[in-house]
């Protein structure tokens, strides 16, 4: 089992829809979740973190349940710009102790006019 | 506010060639990594770095090697290269303490023939 998984879309939706991702997670012991985003052939950016009591920025939110290791991103009245590669990011521990970053392959959005 | 630049931005090599990308961050970051991007692969990391001196290796480290000689470098090394090293190379750091934010530089797209 890959330790991030995500469905791969795309996701096609219309300008102004509604669209919501979701990223599961095997590493219980995780703390730190992010979503990033990625144009193509661009390198990945930090999209927002995600909290624990769930966060927005603007269009924007994020969703953390613990229990059952997942984490959502909801994108509300979708722009043409949004149109990226969703990454799913949590921090996992290394034989050394050293928390690494583990991403997820990533949810293709392609938001049409 | 140059960040993390990579160099350089494109390469081909022939199988058994070696070649050495650079990595610089002017931001201070004790932690450096090096990640490869491969189509429905995700983000894997190779090597990392939690500070001017020290190397650790990733979850791929096969064929490649790594130095921190400066805390704002951090270099990765191809000795001979193989086809199946053919990516897009992406150098990341992040402040103290793993497991946040990695800022990333715009990646080296190479090509093993």
């Known amino acids: 089992r890959k330790e991030v998984e995500q469905d791969p879309g795309p996701f096609n939706v219309p300008e102004g829809a509604t669209v919501a991702f979701n990223c599961t997670y095997s590493?219980?012991?995780?703390?730190?979740f992010f979503w990033y985003r990625q144009d193509c052939r661009k390198e990945p950016k930090l999209l927002m973190s995600v909290y624990s009591s769930g966060n927005e920025d603007g269009r924007f939110t994020a969703q953390l349940n613990r229990a059952s290791q997942y984490i959502s991103l909801l994108i509300r009245d979708s722009k043409l710009s949004d149109s990226a590669t969703y990454l799913c990011v949590v921090n996992g521990n290394t034989n050394t102790g050293f928390q690494k970053l583990v991403f997820g392959t990533g949810t293709r959005l392609l938001v049409s006019p | 506010n140059a960040g993390v630049t990579q160099t350089p931005k494109f390469r081909v090599l022939k199988t058994g060639q070696s070649m050495t990308l650079l990595c610089a961050q002017d931001?201070?970051?004790?932690?450096m990594y090096w990640y490869r991007q491969d189509p429905g692969m995700g983000l894997r990391l190779i090597h990392y770095?939690?500070?001017?001196?020290?190397?650790a290796k990733g979850e791929v480290p096969d064929g490649y090697n790594v130095s921190r000689l400066k805390k704002q470098n951090f270099l990765l090394g191809l000795e001979s290269a193989a086809p199946s090293q053919t990516s897009v190379y992406f150098c990341?750091?992040?402040?103290?303490?793993?497991?946040?934010?990695?800022?990333f530089g715009q990646g080296t797209r190479l090509t093993v023939v």
């Open positions: 990341a750091s992040s402040p103290l303490r793993g497991g946040t934010e990695a800022f």
């Open positions: 590493n219980s012991a995780s703390q730190s």
């Open positions: 770095s939690v500070g001017e001196g020290t190397t």
């Open positions: 931001m201070n970051h004790e932690y």
